[in-house]
């Protein structure tokens, strides 16, 4: 059979691979460097399952789903996971104490410059640490991505940031004052709560355009997509600290202050690279939490997804833990010099235009 008029379109096109095959190479490199950091700390890596009771419980998180058959014809739903989280915090009641994995997961509804449906997932975890100990454990992946790349400092759409400095530590609620003139934590209380309407007449005075049906989760991440997010690390990295309670459904409260909880995110121009927590060991809080997003999921897109009661009952014996997730392929495209997340994938999902023309 002859090769499509348009082939060069396929990431099997022998031009297309040769441009992209620079920054395949640089994502050797990097595998190899992560993976000698956190052997050298002592960590052990593990592989996880990728088909899960429940693929996660975030509302607006989107799962392949799938059927596993037995031998007698008996059926169950399954999904992939969208995130080794749960597998890996039942190695932490299993009693492994310090744990990285380089996980494949599955996100529907994601497709863009920095979005795959499938995508790799560098996730670990430190029994007994304190989140912070988090932060210096992404500073120097940043900084070990770029010297195994060679790079001097990283760049993406016009922005650069030394991926060896310092990291700057910055609160929530400062990056909402300082970047959006707006008082964050006047519109939370202490029980977890969120005032709607206090936060969207601030957006509104800010400039920022709200809708009627906006939750106080959407005008909150409007405001951080269109006013915090690229400014957040330009020159150095960023570590976006103190997230509110309602927006971290796996992280337990700050014992500094109970309106925000143990959750950061890493940031290097302007993009989100890493999602860490102070781990939530609580099963019931958990449970009500999980529920409360599945409510919002049903509420949204009319559908719900199973809780892992298996996942729950392990939480009850997980020791305090500090874990974080990073994207590994956005780690690889800001430390090679790409473009977009397809150049460091070396086979890349076919997209609906493709298939659509296959068919």
């Given amino acids: 059979?002859?090769?499509?008029?348009?082939?060069?379109?396929?990431?099997?096109?022998?031009?297309?691979?040769?441009?992209?095959?620079?920054?395949?190479?640089?994502r050797g490199a990097v595998t190899d460097a992560v993976r000698a950091q956190f052997r050298a700390s002592g960590f052990v890596?593990?592989?996880?399952?990728?088909?899960?009771?429940?693929?996660?419980?975030?509302?607006?998180l989107h799962a392949f789903r799938t059927t596993i058959t037995a031998h007698d014809g008996r059926a169950a739903t399954l999904?992939?996971?969208t995130s080794p989280e749960f597998a890996c915090k039942k190695l932490l009641a299993a009693g492994e104490t310090k744990l990285f994995t380089l996980s494949r997961v599955w996100r529907d509804r994601e497709r863009g410059p920095l979005h795959h449906p499938e995508f790799t997932m560098l996730e670990w975890y430190r029994a007994g640490a304190p989140y912070e100990a988090l932060f210096a454990d992404c500073a120097a992946l940043l900084a070990a991505a770029a010297d195994a790349t060679g790079a001097?400092?990283?760049t993406w759409r016009g922005t650069t940031c030394d991926p060896r400095a310092e990291p700057e530590i910055v609160t929530v609620a400062d990056a909402f004052t300082r970047h959006a003139g707006i008082d964050l934590l006047a519109t939370v209380d202490e029980a977890g709560g969120s005032d709607r309407e206090a936060l969207a007449a601030r957006a509104n005075a800010?400039?920022?355009?709200?809708a009627a049906d906006d939750t106080w989760t959407d005008v909150f991440s409007k405001v951080l997509v269109e006013r915090i997010e690229p400014r957040l690390g330009i020159g150095r990295p960023t570590i976006l600290?103190?997230?509110?309670?309602?927006?971290?459904?796996?992280?337990?409260?700050s014992a500094r202050d109970p309106r925000v909880a143990e959750r950061f995110e890493l940031y290097a121009c302007g993009v989100e690279l890493a999602n860490g927590f102070g781990e939530l060991t609580d099963a019931a809080e958990q449970r009500r939490r999980f529920e409360s997003e599945m409510d919002e999921k049903a509420r949204v897109y009319g559908e719900r997804y199973p809780l892992d009661e298996?996942?729950?009952?392990?939480?009850?014996?997980?020791?305090?833990?500090?874990?974080c997730a990073l994207g590994?392929?956005?780690?690889?495209?800001?430390?090679?010099?790409?473009?977009?997340?397809?150049?460091?994938?070396?086979?890349?999902?076919?997209?609906?235009?493709?298939?659509?023309?296959?068919?």
């Fill in 79 to 81: 999904y992939l996971h």
């Fill in 45 to 60: 890596e593990v592989e996880t399952a990728s088909l899960q009771v429940s693929p996660g419980n975030e509302a607006h």
């Fill in 1 to 26: 059979m002859d090769a499509p008029a348009d082939a060069a379109s396929f990431f099997w096109d022998p031009g297309r691979h040769a441009d992209r095959r620079p920054f395949l190479l640089g």
């Fill in 241 to 253: 600290c103190e997230y509110p309670l309602c927006e971290a459904a796996l992280a337990r409260a």
């Fill in 310 to 323: 298996d996942f729950l009952a392990a939480l009850a014996r997980m020791p305090e833990a500090a874990g």
């Fill in 152 to 154: 001097r400092v990283i």
């Fill in 206 to 210: 800010a400039g920022i355009r709200v």
């Fill in 328 to 359: 590994f392929d956005r780690l690889c495209v800001l430390a090679t010099g790409a473009q977009r997340i397809e150049d460091v994938l070396w086979t890349p999902v076919p997209d609906l235009d493709t298939i659509s023309e296959a068919s």
